[in-house]
């Protein structure tokens, strides 16, 4: 019975430090402020570069890297390499039109600022929470 009573002190003992490191975490993550991951597949994953680009051709459903330039004030050619970044990454689609090529809006999602839910850019209210979604 003496084996069976030591084995039991040994787990007690294991549990207590178990919560004292429990107790640990807890206290660090108190004292962190509130951040919240990028989620994947979204907007706010994206590099501000990225970013400006995707929002500025979800503003326009579809248009050529000369369009996407002259809304952003970048070149013609930096946006013609950003928009094919963002179609690698599956966020738009790439359509040949003759000489010129499109791209079209196909999943840019954002994050609601409020419940943080993965919400479609094209939104103007997170279907989660209602919040209201800032296009800029």
């Known amino acids: 019975m003496s084996e ?4 039991l002190k040994e787990i007690k003992k294991h549990l207590a430090e178990i919560n004292r490191k ?3 975490l ?3 993550q108190t004292k962190l ?3 919240r991951e990028s989620v994947p597949n979204t907007l706010m994953s994206l590099p501000e570069h990225l970013r400006k680009t995707a929002l500025a051709i979800a503003t326009m459903g579809q248009a050529t890297a000369k369009q996407v330039a002259a809304k952003t004030g970048r070149t013609r050619a ?3 390499d950003y928009l094919n970044q963002l179609t690698s990454r599956g966020f738009l689609k790439k359509e040949r039109r003759g000489r010129e ?3 079209l809006v196909f999943a840019i999602y ?5 419940c943080g839910a993965r ?3 094209t939104l103007d209210q997170c279907p989660a929470c209602q919040a209201p979604l800032s296009k800029t």
């Open 26 to 28: 807890l206290q660090v």
């Open 101 to 103: 090529v499109h791209f």
């Open 78 to 80: 930096a946006e013609s």
């Open 33 to 35: 402020p509130e951040i």
């Open 22 to 24: 429990i107790d640990q």
């Open 110 to 114: 954002t994050m609601c600022p409020q």
């Open 119 to 121: 919400v479609l850019m």
């Open 4 to 7: 069976v009573s030591q084995e």
